[in-house]
């Protein structure tokens, strides 16, 4: 009877293990990854899942140093999404794919340029103000914009790797995946152990 005892335990014990082991790799497969970068007076975001899949429709929070909310938005089909920068600061991203699924990321302020301006509305007497000035100084700003987009062009396919690169190694690996088997049949050896010695002292 002892022995048909132990063997329903052992039964059942192994049952949870095997649960366990589902749940926590679906959580693994789901994890959420997030990625943000400054492309001139914007944020560039990519979301996605740790098996591949983009972050579709997610909520997007951005705050500042002091969690004040500065500004929001939604990634698309394919889990981007191009945000202004609200503010010089340090920004803080949220994003919320539904069902518990969640992930932050951190934009320092030594990333936004120097020169940026916070977007606002142009009032009649900036736009005057705007065009007043040489011939010369307004071919250097033009200049300056053709170079910036032209390395912003250039760079923009090098951080889509870096963000790949990023997601693969989120990943759950082999050696992570048997490591978690090995620490769940560890456990239960151990629970067996003491089950069994239980048993002898009986």
Same mark, same amino acid.
């Given at each position: 009877?002892?022995?048909?005892?132990?063997?329903?335990?052992?039964?059942?014990?192994?049952?949870?293990?095997?649960?366990? *082991?589902?749940?926590?790799?679906?959580?693994?497969?789901?994890?959420?990854? !997030?990625?943000?970068?400054?492309?001139?007076?914007?944020?560039?975001? +990519?979301?996605?899942?740790?098996?591949?899949?983009?972050?579709?429709?997610?909520?997007?929070?951005?705050?500042?140093?002091?969690?004040?909310?500065?500004?929001?938005? +939604?990634? &698309? @089909?394919?889990?981007?999404?191009?945000?202004?920068?609200?503010?010089?600061?340090? !920004?803080?991203?949220? !994003?919320?794919?539904?069902?518990?699924?969640?992930?932050?990321?951190?934009? &320092?302020?030594? +990333?936004?340029?120097?020169? *940026?301006?916070?977007?606002?509305?142009?009032?009649?007497?900036?736009?005057?103000?705007?065009?007043?000035?040489?011939?010369?100084?307004?071919?250097?700003?033009?200049?300056?914009?053709?170079?910036? +987009?032209?390395?912003?062009? @250039?760079?923009?396919?090098?951080?889509?790797?870096?963000?790949? !690169?990023?997601?693969?190694?989120?990943?759950?690996?082999?050696?992570?995946?048997?490591?978690?088997?090995?620490?769940?049949?560890?456990?239960?050896?151990?629970?067996?152990?003491?089950?069994?010695?239980?048993?002898?002292?009986?």
């Amino acid at each position: 009877m002892n022995k048909n005892k132990f063997y329903s335990f052992f039964t059942i014990l192994l049952l949870i293990v095997v649960l366990s *082991f589902c749940f926590s790799t679906a959580v693994l497969a789901h994890r959420v990854i !997030l990625y943000a970068y400054v492309e001139g007076s914007n944020l560039e975001i +990519e979301a996605g899942f740790s098996d591949g899949s983009p972050a579709r429709l997610a909520k997007l929070e951005i705050y500042d140093k002091q969690d004040n909310l500065l500004a929001t938005g +939604e990634t &698309n @089909e394919a889990g981007l999404a191009e945000v202004a920068i609200p503010a010089r600061t340090d !920004l803080k991203i949220i !994003l919320k794919a539904g069902m518990g699924h969640q992930a932050e990321y951190q934009i &320092n302020e030594s +990333e936004i340029a120097k020169d *940026f301006k916070q977007p606002a509305d142009q009032t009649l007497d900036n736009q005057n103000s705007a065009v007043i000035g040489s011939s010369n100084e307004l071919s250097k700003a033009e200049l300056r914009e053709i170079v910036a +987009e032209e390395v912003s062009r @250039e760079v923009k396919p090098l951080r889509k790797q870096i963000a790949k !690169l990023i997601t693969e190694q989120e990943k759950p690996g082999i050696s992570e995946i048997l490591g978690g088997i090995g620490y769940i049949i560890g456990l239960m050896g151990v629970a067996l152990y003491f089950i069994s010695r239980k048993r002898s002292e009986s």
